[in-house]
C-alpha cells in the first residue's frame, strides 16, 4: 500500500474520532477530542497492520479484539448516581464504540460507509437529546412510589 493511501486512512480515522471528540467536549463529557482521536488512529493502525497479510482470519480477530477491548475503555466512562438509579456516560461509551468502528471502516477503506456513519452519529447526537425529552414528556407515566 502506497503511503499517501495509510496517510488517507489513518487521517481520516483520527479526524472522525476527532470530530465525535468535539461533541463529547461540548457536552462537558470526559472523552473528548485526544481520546476519541487516539480510538479512532489505534483502530485504523491496528486494521492496517495485518491489511497485507492476506489473512482474512487475522483481520477478523484484530477487528474482533479491537471491538472488544474498546468496551473496556468505554466503561471507564459509565458512572452510576443516586444509588443506581441514575447513569451516566452511556452516550459516550458508545461514541468511544462507535470511534473504533469508524477507524476499523477507515482502515479497511470503505469511505461511504465512514461517511454515512458519521452523518448518522451527528444527527443522533444533534437532535437525540431532544427527541428524548420530548418523548419522555408526551408518552412517560407518573410513577407509583
Known sequence: MQIIELVIRV????LAGAALGVNRDLH??????RTLGLV???SAVAVLAVSDSHDV???GRVIQG???GIGFLGAGVI???N????????TTAACAWLTACIGVTCGVGEWRLVLISLLFAF???TFGGRLEKVLHSRLSQPDDD
Open 83 to 90: 444509588e443506581g438509579k441514575q447513569i451516566h456516560g452511556l
Open 28 to 33: 462537558g463529557k470526559p472523552t473528548g477530542v
Open 66 to 68: 479491537i471491538l472488544t
Open 11 to 14: 487521517g481520516a480515522a483520527v
Open 79 to 81: 458512572i452510576r448516581t
Open 57 to 59: 482470519s487475522a483481520a
Open 123 to 125: 444527527v443522533l447526537l
Open 40 to 42: 479512532g488512529l489505534g
